[in-house]
């Protein structure tokens, strides 16, 4: 059971091969006859037998041909036989190279693959390549050299393109995967392996579309926590044009949206071929930035100049030498050496020079990456240059780009430079945009770590009421909140909005505007208009009562003569903000396809489309999300103190984006949503102005599932008492768990630790801390047990700390209806009911999931386990696949 579920697809032990007769190639197909030779030249180890779909025999005879994967290339009409003649040799994984396959016949191809057991890559693919196990099941290209990054490409032939680049630029792979449209492994599954598949130490994707985003973002969250992955999306466009109800709707589609969930995954975006090239230069040579401080190590002013400057336009830092290692380098160079910025060695440098630099970037805590530039002098020595560089980046810790500029005098030291694995650019830019890249890895893992929960820590809002209204919305056949009801809404999830009071009549209007006192705004009240300023529907300032009276006349029939079919309601008064200091800002909710719901935040006010200030982001958000939301937009700078107005409260702004974020999680109904103008001050933040609309929204099966990313569980938090005294608390495992997740591993005996991981060691790795504690909470639950003790301290008091003393956990199955287990209890607290209340809870996560069935592996001396097992229906039975284990599977 702990083996991949594709590992008899992308490691099959033997393979069957459907390419038409291979001793008559005239008959087969051009696919037929190209898998056929790449099959027979990669060497693989295991039997490979080809057969023909005509193949006769009764099911023990066709037994003797048993394959771990059937590769099949045959005309597409000859598919489904070959994949049913398959399953009767009880393959357990197919591929289908074709092109041209429609949805209907891809659909018979997919059920014929479920009814066997099945797992289908294809069909409309190329195949898949894995040097280190010499299989090339593709007809893409010759096998390519083994490496430690994946490609995972939807374009065949920008496949075949990176395999050749590769073969002549010394890259290798692990794992090269061809994708097509209706294949049934997809791009979520593929990305599930390689996460998991040890020779993959970093993978970079062309992708062309997503089928479903929660699956994608899942997948893809999964491989970026453990490994750097790169992103290439095709088909990149302008924000949607055709919503017109709010500000909001104009994300729709948008290009940034997409960003926003690949930031949100900790994977990195480029945005070009060239780019995806530089960053798989940078990610095979296994470059693990820090920060985003390059320096730069030049033997010419110009060179460094350029990169300098790429530097700055990618929001980059120059990095500099701190003074005392620039003091000590000084005197290694050349007397024309210049360390103030860039690190000009001058035109006299030499290996000896290049090594002391680069030795100085290395020791400096204020350098993340080194870029070595040489541009040929005459009685220069480029290959010496590049071999010291090759000499150095051995015990190098930090990234080591160069950028050898000219072409021939320079191509034998760069052929020095990509043997020893160092990224080579020939121009400065390329090699600083490669940098940026990879830097973007460690920004966005900050943003993979946060699993915020889908209310925050702020006063509880009105849940009922906000479902009360919008129920009763729709119940009118409405989609389109009034300003009122918008308001109300707001209100609800305590934002705070300016008082606003609907007048039906110029009486009225007055009335209420001496009541909220002068100056008052008049907005016209209509379920028809989206932008009350189009139609002259927004007055502000207006003092005095005839003032109230002129407008609400004057505005009406504009209104009427402008848009005579609008419903109006009336006209809402609200009395002015006020804020003499404030600046207009936007947040907005808008329904993306197909991430769902996202938030944007950004300059307001009248001018919001001239100006084009926004970001986006995917909830649900949490405060350190806030802010890096706000920092986003240009307009984040005239938010501290601008032209005499002090800074305003920016954690008001922090705060609205949070219970804005509880709105998307609470309120699936919600579709787009403008707060236009939020006027924000050194006194806080004021909603003046909003536009909601909504939809009924089909009945979820789980709750939260609207979202492209799941909150975090917090409704799982329950404590529960100990029976020898005391109480813990039982929740969902977060990334902060990772320093006591270790220390429990510590304090385990090595028979617990033998009995769970079926091995003594004492300890995690990185890799598997970091997957252990922050999981997809769509895909898989940890609980964690967290028993806080008291112990005192120096001073004569007591210091309260947190520790784990047991873990249940799921991950559910490929079939999606059932998943396995695991549980492991501190040996200081067995016996006081803590494992059955794990295992209880971990079942009542998986049955809430809507998985059916649960199941896992014990070893038969585990007795305690077995007993705890059959203490809770368990069916236990003898494991047929290794006699050492018992399998316990129950019924959710």
């Known amino acids: 059971m702990d083996k991949h579920y594709l590992t008899a697809l992308f490691a099959p032990a033997s393979i069957v091969v459907f390419a038409g007769k291979p001793d008559a190639p005239d008959e087969q197909s051009a696919y037929g006859r190209g898998i056929t030779a790449q099959i027979g030249a990669s060497g693989f180890a295991g039997p490979v037998t080809f057969l023909d779909i005509d193949v006769r025999g009764s099911l023990g005879e066709l037994a003797q041909s048993h394959a771990d994967l059937a590769i099949i290339a045959l005309p597409d009409a000859e598919l489904a036989r070959a994949l049913e003649v398959a399953g009767r040799l009880q393959c357990k994984a197919a591929l289908i190279i074709s092109s041209g396959v429609g949805a209907a016949q891809a659909g018979e191809l997919h059920a014929i693959a479920r009814a066997h057991g099945i797992q289908l890559l294809g069909p409309n693919c190329l195949g898949y390549q894995r040097p280190r196990l010499n299989i090339n099941a593709s007809v893409a290209g010759a096998l390519a050299q083994p490496g430690s990054l994946a490609l995972v490409s939807q374009s065949g032939a920008l496949t075949a393109s990176i395999l050749d680049w590769a073969n002549q630029n010394a890259v290798g792979f692990s794992s090269v995967v061809s994708l097509g449209p209706n294949t049934a492994v997809g791009l979520a599954q593929t990305l599930d392996f390689l996460a998991s598949d040890p020779a993959t130490h970093s993978i970079v994707i062309y992708m062309e579309g997503i089928v479903d985003a929660r699956a994608f973002l899942s997948a893809l969250r999964a491989a970026a926590n453990t490994k750097p992955v790169v992103v290439l999306k095709a088909g990149r466009k302008a924000a949607g044009s055709q919503a017109a109800l709010t500000h909001s709707g104009a994300i729709v589609g948008s290009d940034e949206v997409f960003d926003a969930a690949l930031r949100r995954a900790g994977a990195v975006r480029v945005k070009s071929f060239n780019q995806l090239f530089s960053a798989a230069k940078c990610l095979a040579s296994r470059y693990r930035p820090v920060g985003t401080r390059l320096a730069v190590v030049t033997n010419g002013g110009g060179p460094g100049v350029l990169a300098a400057d790429w530097i700055a336009e990618l929001g980059l830092e120059l990095a500099c030498l701190s003074p005392a290692a620039a003091a000590a380098l000084q005197g290694q160079l050349p007397p024309l050496a210049t360390l103030t910025h860039l690190l000009d060695l001058s035109e006299e440098a030499g290996p000896e020079h290049y090594r002391a630099a680069i030795a100085a970037c290395a020791g400096d805590s204020a350098v993340d990456g080194i870029l070595a530039i040489y541009s040929p002098k005459l009685g220069g020595d480029p290959g010496a240059v590049a071999q010291a560089l090759a000499d150095f980046n051995a015990s190098l810790s930090k990234p080591l780009l160069s950028c050898w500029m000219g072409d021939a005098k320079v191509a034998a030291a760069r052929q020095i430079i990509t043997g020893a694995g160092i990224a080579s650019f020939r121009t400065p830019e390329a090699a600083v945009d490669a940098f940026s890249n990879i830097a973007s890895f460690y920004q966005n893992q900050q943003m993979l770590q946060q699993t915020p929960p889908p209310l925050s820590d702020l006063a509880k809002p009105d849940l009922d009421g906000a479902r009360m209204l919008i129920d009763s919305v729709l119940a009118e056949r409405r989609n389109v909140l009034t300003e009122m009801e918008s308001k109300s809404l707001l ?3 305590h ?35 989206a932008h009350k300023s189009d139609v002259q529907g927004v007055v502000l300032n207006v003092q005095g009562a005839a003032g109230v009276r002129d407008v609400y006349h004057d505005m009406m029939a504009s209104v009427r003569q402008l848009l005579p ?35 944007g935040f950004g300059a307001g006010g009248t001018m919001i489309e001239l100006i084009d200030d926004r970001a986006v982001e995917l909830p649900p958000l949490n405060q350190f999300l806030a802010q890096r939301l706000i920092g986003r937009v240009r307009s984040a700078a005239t938010l501290g103190e601008w032209r005499g107005a002090p800074a305003v409260n920016r954690e008001a702004i922090e705060h609205i984006l949070l219970r804005v974020s509880e709105m998307v999680c609470e309120l699936p109904q919600l579709r787009e949503m403008d707060i236009n103008p939020l006027i924000v001050d050194a006194s806080g933040a004021l909603a003046v102005d909003a536009r909601i609309l909504v939809s009924g929204a089909a009945r979820a099966t789980r709750r939260y599932d609207h979202l492209a990313i799941l909150p975090y569980p917090s409704s799982c938090t329950h404590d529960w008492p100990l029976r020898g005294g005391g109480q813990y608390t039982l929740r969902a495992i977060q990334p902060d768990d990772a320093s006591m997740l270790q220390d429990f591993m510590r304090r385990l005996s090595d028979q617990a630790r033998y009995y769970r991981f079926v091995s003594t060691s004492r300890e995690h790795s990185e890799r598997m801390l970091a997957r252990y504690t922050l999981i997809d909470y769509d895909r898989e639950m940890a609980l964690v047990a967290v028993f806080r003790e008291r112990t005192p301290d120096t001073d ?12 249940s956990r799921y991950v559910a199955n490929p079939d999606l209806t059932s998943c396995e287990f695991s549980l492991v209890v501190d040996d200081q607290f067995s016996g006081q009911g803590l494992g059955s209340r794990l295992m209880l809870s971990i079942m009542d996560a998986a049955r809430n999931k809507g998985l059916s069935a649960i199941e896992g592996l014990v070893l038969s001396k585990n007795s305690g386990m077995l007993k705890l097992m059959n203490s809770l229906g368990f069916a236990v039975s003898r494991y047929v696949d290794d006699p050492d284990f018992k399998l316990c599977s129950k019924a959710l």
């Open 491 to 493: 209100a609800a999830f």
């Open 495 to 529: 934002i705070p909005i300016t008082q606003t009071i609907l007048a039906r009549s110029a009486n009225e209007a007055i009335l209420i505007a001496s009541q909220l006192g002068y100056p008052v705004a008049l907005k016209i009240d209509s379920p028809d208009i």
């Open 565 to 599: 079919e609008a419903r109006i309601n009336g006209v809402s008064v609200q009395k002015m903000a006020g804020m003499k200091h404030g600046r207009e800002m936007y947040i907005g909710v808008a329904t993306d396809e197909p991430f769902g719901p996202v938030i």
């Open 796 to 807: 004569g008091g007591f210091t309260e700390t947190e520790r784990i003393i047991g873990v």
